[in-house]
């Protein structure tokens, strides 16, 4: 029940467009990363038939493809959630913003752990495009768009293609 009352408020804290808490029930987010929890137990067991299947029915059900192999953090919030992917060797760390369209993948070149480590407090654009084996550290905000495939450090705005620091910032959480 954690996860349910922790999403709850999350949800309602970083979507103002949210006018009851039965609402977050029919959130995407919501409804991926339940099933990402209930998959990623079956993986963990070393049932990666069942695993693959349920995150196929998230994907097909919300617009976003957790692999049950990814780990998540606590307060992770997807917004707009639709074409989000996150990798199998992914990591997220507590108090994430994804929006619409972010990918967490690999440059289809390594092995081993091959997709992102996402920080804590840390803001992913519409679009943003995080490949490879590499750490965003923490109270980064990375731009619409942008394409990062090197470590970002903590405190950090980025944008473009590829990836460039805009803005060195204090620290503070995001969300």
Do not use: C, W
Not at 23 to 28: A, D, K, M, T
Not at 39 to 61: D, G, N, P, V, W
């Amino acid at each position: 029940m954690g996860f349910i009352k922790e999403q709850i408020n999350t949800i309602k804290k970083n979507d103002p467009a949210i006018h009851s808490t039965l609402e977050v029930f029919l959130y995407p987010s919501f409804k991926a990363q339940l099933y990402h929890k209930i998959s990623k137990y079956f993986y963990q067991k070393k049932h990666f038939l069942i695993a693959r299947y349920l995150s196929e029915k998230a994907k097909r059900k919300t617009g976003i493809e957790i692999h049950p192999g990814a780990t998540i953090g606590k307060n992770l919030f997807i917004d707009h959630g639709m074409g989000v992917v996150i990798g199998e060797t992914a990591i997220i760390k507590d108090n994430v913003i994804l929006l619409h369209g972010v990918t967490l993948g690999g440059t289809g070149k390594e092995t081993g752990k091959r997709h992102p480590t996402i920080g804590n407090n840390v803001f992913i654009g519409s679009g943003a495009k995080i490949l490879g084996n590499i750490t965003i550290n923490d109270n980064v905000k990375i731009g619409a768009n942008a394409v990062i495939l090197k470590n970002v450090q903590e405190n950090t705005t980025i944008v473009g293609i590829p990836g460039r620091i805009t803005k060195r910032h204090k620290s503070q959480k995001i969300t």
